[in-house]
Every structure is written in structure tokens, then in C-alpha cells.
């Protein structure tokens, strides 16, 4: 059976019925009215200017979130901290990226995910350049650093669900694919940045230039996102305005219960549950996995090249998919396809890495294996905006909690694996399970047609935005 299969650009399987009964179907044709009416799509050169907009927000979050891992050694030394103590502080930051993923996902969905965006940018933005004088005013710095952190998770915690959401209400179909993908790189390329310049101000003015830089070229960000591309505009997100939401609100609040019983939903949490954890180990313990195996390797080799190699792979990812969609090729095989070369074809890498016996080639298998892991962004990330547009924000905030959640798991299991079995082979091999219980959950219950409309009444129709 092929995976990718064409069909007609506006075909629409469920039209007949609406057809059928007019009178039947008439408060849904409203809604429907409604929801075109109130979700202006971006033109495309808006569009790509928002793209680079929010590659850069996130490239900076990314510059943000890894300051203080990268500082944690300078701070220990300066603040007598213990590796324990160290541990709890860069630990409280996930504690509280999972506490708002949902909530900032439901706010983006009713306000619009862009003012939720900009508020947060701005708050972390100024937590991050105010750590330094939190660590050194405050009388137990392990107290007001984990604390930081903590409320660092938080702010934080809703970037990815209001983009989620901005990307359903804003674009077209045919073009999330690129914009995920694209804004997707932003992680790796806020890596690379923090990694390279912000260990060369470390050397040479110190750990708090790395703080004071990241939080302020980050608050500008917010600023410049809001003077040119909001037009100023207050961000002003009220009761009232949340309780106002037009259709957007109606259609979110229809049912959560229902919703989650979709098999095509189930298999989108499932998936990026999977995806979510195993990435998370990879980027925890692939260091530790080549210092250990390969002693006297350069660290800046596998820390550098991997992440080059997932920049183009993301964007490349992004330009497959919404090209094979532009085709006419089925919008779920594109998405099914994608997870594939994520899931599957990266899992192959990952089990070559059991038998590694040289440097150069373990590199090339974990560039592989990253680069492909970045398919992801316009598989299942993508497809909850087509499985849920009104509430697209909501649903991506419990996919990336339930992610979140397992991953910390599953970093704690890899470890008690690897001194259990003194193998990293066992590691590699929890990681492909996991892959491929994803990948077989994708390809067996994912859709791309929207299930957030109707669903007291169980049915479903293929809406065009």
C-alpha cells in the first residue's frame, strides 16, 4: 500500500451530506461561516515575516533556557554548591515548563497566541537578566536560583502552545509545515549560539554577561516584536476578553471528553509523547555517552556538528511536506511520512550506535539521527493543528506536558539502565522501543481532518482554512 496517495484540491468527502440536509445542518454551516469569517489566514509575505520573527523568539528562548547550564559549573564554584545541589536547580526548571503548557494553550486559542507570546518573551526576558542580581542579593542563592528557574519554566512553558496556536489560526495548510519546521530550528540554532558565544563571555566577563545579554537581547525582541508587528498594540489580555472569545471559544469548550476519545487524537499524544521523551534522553545523555566511550574525543565535535546537521534537516523537512501538499498529495500521508523518517528511519541510527567502534562514525550516526528526529515538526506537531484548529493551542500544551513528564522519566530510567547493565546498548535499545511504538500509533490512527467541530452530534467535516 502506497504512503502517499494524491487527491483533489477541494475535495471535501463530507460535503454531500451537508448538502443532503440542509435544515440538519444549517447551525454548523453558521459556525462554520463564523469560524472563516474570524480566522484571517496570513498573506504569504506576512506570513514569512512572521516566520523569521518567531525563529529568532525561539532561537532566544533556547539562549535563555540554556544560560544557566551552561554557568551551573562557574555558579557552583562561586556559590559552594554540591552536584546534588546543582541537580535541583537545573531539575526545577522542567517542574515548571509542565504547569503551563495547557493554560497557555487555552489562553492563545481564545486572545490569540501571538499577545501571549509577547507577554511571556518579555517576562522571561527579564527574569533571565535578573538572575545575577538575584543570586548575589539574596541571602541563599540555592533558594532564589531554583526559584528562578522554577518560575522560568512557567513563563516559558506556554511559548510552544500559543505558537501552535498562532500557526492554526494564521496560516494556511498548505504552508505549517515550513513555518513549524522552520521556527522548529530555532532550538538548535539557539543551542549552537548560547553554546559558542556564550562560553567565550563566560571566559572573558564572567557568567553574569551571559545572563544579562540573553534576558536583554530577549526583552528586546518583545519590544520590537510589539512596536513593528502588533503596531503597537496593548497585549492587554483581560476576563472579559477571555470570556468573549467568539466562535473560537465555543468550538474549545465543546466536549474535552469526546475530543479525547478520537482515536486520531489519542495517536497524536501518544506519538509526541514518544517523540517528546526519547528526544529528551537523546540530549541529556549522548554527552555522557561519548565521554565515556571515547575518552579523548573534542567536545566541541559532538556538541556542534549534530545540531548543524538538524538546522537544514528541519527546514529541508518543512519544504518536503508543503510541497508534497501543494501536489495534491493526502495532507495525513504527508504528515504519516514525515513521522516515518522521524520515528523509523532515525531508529535505524540509533541501533547502529550499539555497535560503534570509531569516533567519526558515532558522529555521523547521531547527526543522523537528530537531523532526522526534526521531521517531527511537520508530522505530528503540525497535525494537531489540522485535527483541532479552534483548540489547537489547548491540545499542544497536554501533548507537550504529557512529553515533558515522560521525558524526566525517562532520563531517570536511562541512567538506572546504564549502571544496571554497564551497556549503553540498553539505552539505545529503550529508545528505539519507544520510537517505534510512536511510529506504529501514527501510522495506524492518524487523520488530518478536523474533529473539533460537531462533536456532540459525532460527526465530522473536512474544513479548508
Known amino acids: 500500500m502506497a504512503i502517499l496517495q494524491k487527491h483533489g484540491k477541494n475535495s471535501c468527502p463530507d460535503l454531500p451530506s451537508i448538502k443532503e440536509n440542509p435544515a440538519e445542518n444549517i447551525g454548523q454551516a453558521g459556525s462554520q461561516k463564523k469560524w472563516a469569517e474570524s480566522s484571517q489566514t496570513w498573506t504569504r509575505p506576512v506570513a514569512r515575516l512572521w516566520t523569521v520573527v518567531l525563529l529568532l523568539g525561539t532561537c532566544l528562548l533556547y539562549c535563555a533556557r540554556v544560560a544557566m547550564p551552561i554557568c551551573a559549573v562557574s555558579m557552583a564554584e562561586r556559590f559552594s554548591w554540591s ?24 489562553v492563545s486559542d481564545r486572545v ?24 548575589h542579593f539574596c541571602s541563599q542563592p540555592i533558594v532564589s536560583m531554583t526559584v528562578s528557574r522554577f518560575l522560568m519554566g512557567l513563563l516559558q512553558g506556554v511559548h510552544y502552545p500559543s505558537l501552535a496556536s498562532l500557526c492554526s489560526q494564521k496560516v494556511v495548510e498548505s504552508e505549517r509545515g515550513f513555518l513549524m519546521s522552520t521556527v522548529g530550528s530555532g532550538s538548535y540554532l539557539g543551542t549552537l549560539v548560547i553554546g559558542g558565544l556564550g562560553s567565550l563571555m563566560l571566559d572573558l566577563y564572567g557568567w553574569e554577561s551571559v545572563f544579562y545579554i540573553s534576558g536583554l537581547l530577549s526583552v528586546l525582541w518583545a519590544y520590537c516584536m510589539w512596536k513593528y508587528l502588533l503596531k503597537g498594540e496593548g497585549p492587554i489580555i483581560t476576563l472579559e476578553s477571555l470570556g468573549s472569545a467568539g466562535t473560537q471559544s465555543k468550538l474549545s469548550k465543546r466536549n474535552w471528553l469526546r475530543l479525547f ?49 538538524a538546522i537544514p534537516s528541519s527546514l529541508f523537512s518543512g519544504c518536503l511536506s508543503d510541497h508534497l501538499i501543494s501536489q495534491g498529495f493526502d495532507t495525513a500521508s504527508v504528515r504519516k511520512l514525515m513521522q516515518f523518517f522521524s520515528m523509523g528511519v532515525s531508529s535505524v541510527f540509533t541501533l547502529l550506535l550499539c555497535g560503534t567502534t570509531t569516533f567519526p562514525t558515532a558522529v555521523a550516526f547521531v547527526s543522523a539521527t537528530m537531523g532526522l528526529t526534526t521531521f517531527s515538526h511537520s508530522g505530528v506537531s503540525v497535525n494537531v493543528q489540522d485535527l483541532a484548529p479552534s483548540c489547537a493551542g489547548a491540545l ?29 546498548a540498553s539505552v539505545f535499545g529503550l529508545i528505539t522501543v519507544v520510537n517505534l511504538l510512536g511510529l506504529a500509533t501514527f501510522l495506524s490512527f492518524a487523520e488530518a481532518r478536523r474533529v473539533d467541530i460537531d462533536l456532540a452530534k459525532g460527526r465530522y467535516h473536512n474544513i479548508h482554512i
Not at 546543582?86 to 494553550?105: P, R
Not at 511571556?120 to 538575584?134: E, H, N, V
Open 112 to 135: 490569540g497566541g501571538e499577545k501571549v507570546m509577547l507577554l511571556s518573551a518579555a517576562a522571561w526576558g527579564a527574569m533571565t537578566a535578573f538572575t545575577p542580581i538575584l543570586a
Open 396 to 424: 499542544f500544551g497536554v501533548m507537550n506536558t504529557c512529553g515533558a513528564f515522560t521525558g524526566v522519566i525517562m532520563v531517570y530510567l536511562s541512567g538506572y539502565l546504564i549502571e544496571a547493565s554497564g551497556s549503553w
Open 83 to 106: 552536584k546534588r545541589e546543582t541537580g535541583m536547580v537545573l531539575g526545577s526548571f522542567f517542574w515548571g515548563y509542565c504547569f503551563t503548557q495547557v493554560l497557555g494553550g487555552y
Open 261 to 309: 476519545r478520537q482515536p486520531a487524537v489519542c495517536a497524536v499524544i501518544i506519538t509526541h509523547l514518544c517523540t517528546a521523551s526519547t528526544f529528551f534522553t537523546l540530549l541529556s545523555w549522548l554527552p555522557t555517552y561519548f565521554k565515556d566511550t571515547f575518552p579523548d574525543a573534542k567536545g566541541w565535535v559532538f556538541n556542534v556538528i549534530p545540531w548543524f546537521v
